[in-house]
């Protein structure tokens, strides 16, 4: 078996690889330990042009490599800031409303993934197989390609793939979608993705597409490339995440916590501060609960942990406004002396403190707006108790709504219909909360991270490249 090489915008350092938990740097890395290789991709600095240059840098780490580069400002800027978080993610997070598009972001984009890799083609060998992930390193393939690289090169897209008239919103989409056609396998989260992604080749470039008749698989042709796509929903592990769970249940943090709830009933959200996370929408479905059943006013807490991601993008700055007020306006409303309805967190937790809070608490609240999966969701029903367990309350629009069947499903516009969600979970007898959480064990351990992984890979492993 030959050596992987795995390529995402971010690497993760050697620590990160090593969380008990089971996270994505986790599952990864597992597949990189096993067959020996690289794992490539930026540094996370910004730097020099001439430190950029240098690079990258080697850490070894047993038989993987870490190979990181640092990007100057103009290309952080263009590459990373400008045309994948201001043009691609809110796109593809069916956000035309909040995207831009300027010309010089994009070539910086298609500049930077060329020069990423020119970087990698020296540390590639002739059995290797190159897994890409995400849609900053859209054009990475083809250049490749470019640099004369024949081995196979999968690429795995994280988020949603929009339907075709959304995605027509960026003006050079058609260059953009055979760039990915120059992959041998694309990997989606959901089969909708997948459709969407077909569609986009009937419809707009006059491509055929043909079911493998082996589970989801398909093979598509579009500007005289024949590529393999497939879905594959990423999971986590489960069982790692519930023992971890129970083991730090009595910490302090959790015992503050539930000590300052005072008997009250505790709803737990945990998201990266994204407009694509529906965190007003959810302020206000609870804002709703309280006045809609009075009862629960004074006896229900909502603990929002939203640590900010990607600042320097004018629209994360416009939601963290916009959230702190709403926070604000329903906090005036309804709390009293001894009692704040919602309490929003502005920091990064530890996994394992996270975990142990999902378990402490009676409803997961998870409405994005869109989610190419959403593992928080994953997550809340993995680390509850099985002789007590929490509800999840789930956004249609997560990915994970396709596998998790016993959650209940809420429209994130739908602010009553929430509301009524919420006070529904809060009233759920134990054996019906009981039988839901079976449920959804069941599905979190039939594709955990390890299924995803490996029947990526596999597929990968198994493709000749077509010409
Ligand atoms: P994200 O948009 O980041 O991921 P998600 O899938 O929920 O969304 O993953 C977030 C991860 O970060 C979870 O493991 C969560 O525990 C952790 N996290 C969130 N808030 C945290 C906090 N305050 N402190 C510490 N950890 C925190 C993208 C896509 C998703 C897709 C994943 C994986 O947008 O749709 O599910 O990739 O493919």
């Known amino acids: 078996m030959g050596r992987l090489i795995v390529v995402s915008n971010r690497v993760a350092t050697p620590t990160e690889t090593k969380g008990s938990a089971g996270g994505l740097a986790v599952g990864v890395f597992g597949a990189l330990k096993d067959a020996g290789g690289v794992w490539f991709g930026w540094s996370g600095d910004v730097v020099s042009e001439t430190v950029a240059n240098a690079g990258p840098v080697l850490e070894q ?59 990698l083609t020296k540390l590639i060998e002739p059995d290797d197989v190159i897994w890409v992930h995400d849609y900053h390193l859209i054009p990475f393939a083809e250049a490749l390609r470019a640099e004369g690289v024949t081995n196979p090169i999968g690429f795995f897209l994280h988020i949603p793939f929009p339907a075709p ?169 309804f709390s009293a002396l001894d009692y704040t309805p919602i309490r929003y967190l502005n920091q990064r937790y530890d996994r394992w403190k996270l975990m142990s809070l999902f378990r402490e608490s009676q409803i997961g609240f998870v409405t994005p707006l869109h989610d190419g999966m959403n593992l928080v969701a994953k997550e809340y029903v993995a680390a509850q108790n099985p002789d007590d367990p929490g509800v999840l309350v789930l956004s249609i629009f997560a990915g994970a709504a396709a596998e998790l069947s016993g959650a209940l499903l809420v429209n994130p516009h739908d602010a009553i219909g929430m509301s009524e969600a919420l006070q529904q979970a809060l009233a759920m007898p134990l054996a019906e909360r009981k039988a839901r959480y079976e449920t959804n064990m069941t599905a979190l351990r039939k594709n955990d991270l390890g299924v995803w992984r490996d029947s990526f890979l596999r597929d990968l492993r198994s493709l000749k490249r077509e010409a």
Not at 80 to 107: C, I, K, M, Q
Not at 114 to 119: P, Q
């Open 61 to 119: 780490e047993g038989s993987v490599t870490f190979a990181t580069v640092g990007l100057t400002r103009k290309d952080y800027d263009q590459y990373y800031r400008g045309f994948s978080n201001a043009t691609l993610w809110p796109v593809f997070h069916y956000r035309n409303d909040l995207a831009r598009y300027e010309r010089d972001e994009y070539a910086g984009y298609r500049r930077v993934n060329a020069w990423l890799a020119h970087k």
């Open 165 to 333: 008239q959304i995605l027509l919103n960026i003006p050079p989409h058609e260059e953009l979608v055979k760039s990915l056609c120059c992959y041998d396998l694309i990997g989606f989260q959901t089969r909708n993705d997948q459709v969407a992604f077909h569609d986009y080749l009937v419809r707009h470039a006059r491509g055929e597409v043909t079911d493998t008749g082996e589970g989801e698989g398909a093979v598509a042709s579009a500007f005289g490339r024949t590529l393999h796509t497939g879905v594959y929903r990423i999971g986590v592990f489960p069982d790692e995440i519930a023992e971890q769970a129970k083991r730090y249940e009595s910490r302090q943090h959790v015992l503050d916590l539930k000590q300052s709830l005072e008997g009250r009933k505790l709803i737990m959200s945990v998201d990266r501060l994204d407009y694509s996370k529906g965190l007003v929408e959810r302020f206000r479905a609870f804002e709703q609960l309280l006045e809609r059943a009075p009862e629960w006013r004074g006896n229900v807490t909502l603990v929002q942990i939203a640590p900010p991601t990607r600042s320097d993008v004018d629209t994360y700055q416009q939601i963290r406004q916009e959230l702190e007020g709403e926070a604000g306006r329903i906090n005036g409303r």
